[in-house]
């Protein structure tokens, strides 16, 4: 099991840039693959990008891509998303999932952090 904190977000104007933390328990945090989605008001969930539990690997959704960074600290048990160019349309509530490499549901979820760009 691991828990997850989200941390970072707020209140910016379109083209400034925020980094949002999420903190993990647990002693096998590299063990995860982390993912970061996010929930705009009337909207589904959205991914926006994972990460690999080395590292190594990256991948985002075509809307953040080229903006937003994705990368951990797995000896702080910690994953971030930079998020630079903000605008408008990033607005929502940003959550860090885990899961386990061999599975494809993201099984464990943070309860989430507002961001808010205004234009």
């Known amino acids: 099991q691991v828990q997850l904190v989200e941390s970072g977000g707020g209140l910016v104007q379109a083209g400034g840039s925020l980094r949002l933390s999420c903190a993990a328990s647990?002693?096998?945090?590299?063990?995860?693959?982390m993912g970061w989605f996010r929930q705009a008001p009337g909207k589904g969930r959205e991914f926006v990008g994972r990460?690999?539990?080395?590292?190594?690997?990256?991948y985002y959704a075509d809307s953040v891509k080229g903006r937003f960074t994705i990368s951990r600290e797995n000896a702080k048990n910690t994953v971030y998303l930079q998020m630079n160019n903000l605008k408008p349309e990033d607005t929502a509530v940003y959550y860090c999932?885990?899961?386990?490499?061999?599975?494809?549901?993201?099984?464990?979820w943070g309860q989430g952090t507002q961001v808010t760009v205004s234009s």
């Open positions: 999932a885990a899961r386990v490499a061999t599975q494809y549901e993201y099984a464990y």
């Open positions: 647990g002693r096998t945090f590299s063990s995860y693959e």
């Open positions: 990460i690999t539990r080395s590292g190594l690997s990256t």
